[in-house]
């Protein structure tokens, strides 16, 4: 009983969390932290719960903890709408566009402004997007969930919220075969994920159920499918090649033609149209900097450039490492959560909803310092956007968010290191 009426408080938190944030998506920056760490704290003591007493839980029991609850969860962001983001008028934009234009790729947003041709109800989608001068960043895969939203209730973010809800629940679905149950917990009671995906319909988890279908595949030794999702997921988002070496490594060679073909089938009709998602990724790639760590605190002493290319040397060259360890050993699922963790940590922009590809890998591999991360990576919201009368810059951050966001996560991931250290030292010592 203890869990349901854990469960229930959950329920009125997002609400509350909906209904102070309705209808503009705007709310105090205390309220919401208030919420989100109220609903953090609960999903870890589930978690813990669970792992102790996972023998005497029933069979319904466990259903409500894994998947009924989290879907109510998530019902209830669906019917509220986007907190802190305005996103998701590109992504609607880009539906009517893919479906009107037959492709979204190569016309700037701002190209329409003006333009009498534009339905009534996209004026307003239109006059919404951010930097409507860059052409769409996001792969054909994702832009194929834009299309269908489009198809559903054109200009209606609920469309969106309902495809991504459904894929997120498929998401825990396969990580109940490849993960924890305790680790599976944390993700599907998470705030992060139910706030960046139910509540403000992000697609990054478009290219993620993709990647997590391509781990369950590999698991079953599948290995073509394993290489085709893992394609599909790349085409998805670019985030998804880190882990095309570590998971085409565990295939036989003889499976890794599916890789090009796979993503030359996708892309090839749009490179004939235009530049697909290339031009706008390089734009961003070039201009965009946004709640940097490592990257941020070298461009105190190092011009962007630089700062650019030493990040990016420190992390090919960890990932090497990484690469011919993984290669010895036998861990079938690669430590997603290392790589993706240093990745951001290095990376110019590290918005919230990125971690999605880090989590995914915290379920199967749960830390303190990675689900620490999944609440602590909101203080990026503490910016400019939502302190309008704080004199910062649209999307600058304050200092003290930043270090309030970061260290605590180096501290404990430190500390982890050295438990570590400390457990190998005492196996020692017994053998």
């Known amino acids: 009983m203890l869990i349901h009426g854990l469960g229930a408080l959950s329920a009125a938190a997002f609400v509350l969390l909906g209904y102070l944030s309705y209808p503009d998506g705007d709310m105090s920056l205390p309220w919401f932290y208030a919420i989100t760490l109220f609903v953090f704290a609960i999903s870890i003591y589930v978690a813990l719960t669970h792992k102790q007493a996972n023998k005497t839980f029933s069979n319904f029991q466990v259903f409500c903890v894994v998947l009924g609850w989290p879907i109510l969860f998530r019902l209830i962001g669906l019917y509220f709408g986007p907190i802190f983001e305005d996103d998701h008028y590109r992504f609607l934009w880009d539906g009517y566009t893919f479906a009107n234009f037959g492709s979204p790729y190569g016309i700037a947003p701002e190209q329409f402004f003006g333009d009498p041709t534009i339905p009534d109800k996209f004026q307003p989608i239109l006059d919404g997007i951010n930097n409507p001068d860059i052409a769409t960043i996001y792969g054909p895969i994702t832009q194929?969930?834009?299309?269908?939203?489009?198809?559903?209730?054109?200009?209606?973010?609920?469309?969106?919220?309902?495809?991504?809800?459904?894929?997120?629940?498929?998401?825990?679905?396969?990580?109940?075969?490849?993960?924890?149950?305790?680790?599976?917990?944390?993700?599907?009671?998470?705030?992060?994920?139910?706030?960046?995906?139910?509540?403000?319909?992000?697609?990054?988890?478009?290219?993620?159920?993709?990647m997590v279908a391509s781990l369950f595949c590999l698991k079953k030794d599948h290995q073509h499918l394993a290489l085709v999702f893992i394609a599909l997921s790349f085409c998805a988002k670019v985030f998804a090649i880190l882990l095309i070496p570590l998971i085409?490594?565990?295939?036989?060679?003889?499976?890794?033609?599916?890789?090009?073909?796979?993503?030359?089938?996708?892309?090839?009709?749009?490179?004939?149209?235009?530049?697909?998602?290339?031009?706008?990724?390089?734009?961003?790639?070039?201009?965009?900097?946004?709640?940097?760590?490592?990257?941020?605190?070298?461009?105190?002493?190092?011009?962007?450039?630089?700062?650019?290319?030493?990040?990016?040397?420190?992390?090919?060259?960890?990932?090497?490492?990484?690469?011919?360890?993984?290669?010895?050993?036998?861990?079938?699922?690669?430590?997603?959560?290392?790589?993706?963790?240093l990745f951001f940590f290095l990376a110019p922009v590290l918005?919230?909803?990125?971690?999605?590809?880090?989590?995914?890998?915290?379920?199967?591999?749960?830390?303190?310092?990675?689900?620490?991360?999944?609440?602590?990576?909101?203080?990026?919201?503490?910016?400019?956007?939502?302190?309008?009368?704080?004199?910062?810059?649209?999307?600058?951050?304050?200092?003290?968010?930043?270090?309030?966001?970061?260290?605590?996560?180096?501290?404990?991931f430190i500390y982890e290191l050295l438990l570590k250290k400390q457990s190998l030292k005492i196996k020692i010592l017994k053998s």
């Open 351 to 412: 918005n919230a909803w990125y971690l999605i590809w880090f989590l995914v890998f915290a379920a199967i591999y749960p830390t303190r310092w990675a689900w620490s991360a999944s609440f602590l990576i909101l203080m990026s919201y503490i910016n400019g956007y939502n302190l309008l009368d704080s004199g910062l810059e649209l999307y600058q951050q304050p200092h003290w968010a930043r270090l309030m966001e970061y260290l605590p996560i180096i501290a404990l």
């Open 248 to 341: 085409a490594i565990r295939c036989h060679w003889k499976t890794w033609w599916v890789l090009p073909v796979v993503v030359a089938g996708v892309y090839a009709p749009f490179l004939l149209l235009n530049k697909a998602d290339l031009y706008g990724l390089f734009a961003f790639a070039k201009d965009w900097q946004f709640n940097g760590s490592v990257f941020a605190l070298l461009t105190q002493w190092l011009p962007v450039q630089q700062a650019k290319l030493l990040c990016a040397v420190v992390f090919c060259s960890c990932y090497a490492i990484y690469w011919f360890v993984f290669v010895r050993n036998r861990e079938l699922i690669p430590r997603g959560d290392w790589v993706f963790g």
């Open 144 to 210: 194929i969930s834009f299309l269908l939203a489009y198809w559903l209730a054109p200009a209606e973010v609920t469309a969106l919220q309902a495809i991504y809800l459904l894929l997120d629940v498929v998401v825990i679905l396969l990580l109940l075969k490849i993960a924890p149950r305790a680790g599976v917990i944390l993700y599907a009671w998470s705030p992060l994920i139910i706030k960046e995906f139910a509540f403000t319909a992000h697609p990054d988890i478009v290219g993620v159920v993709f």
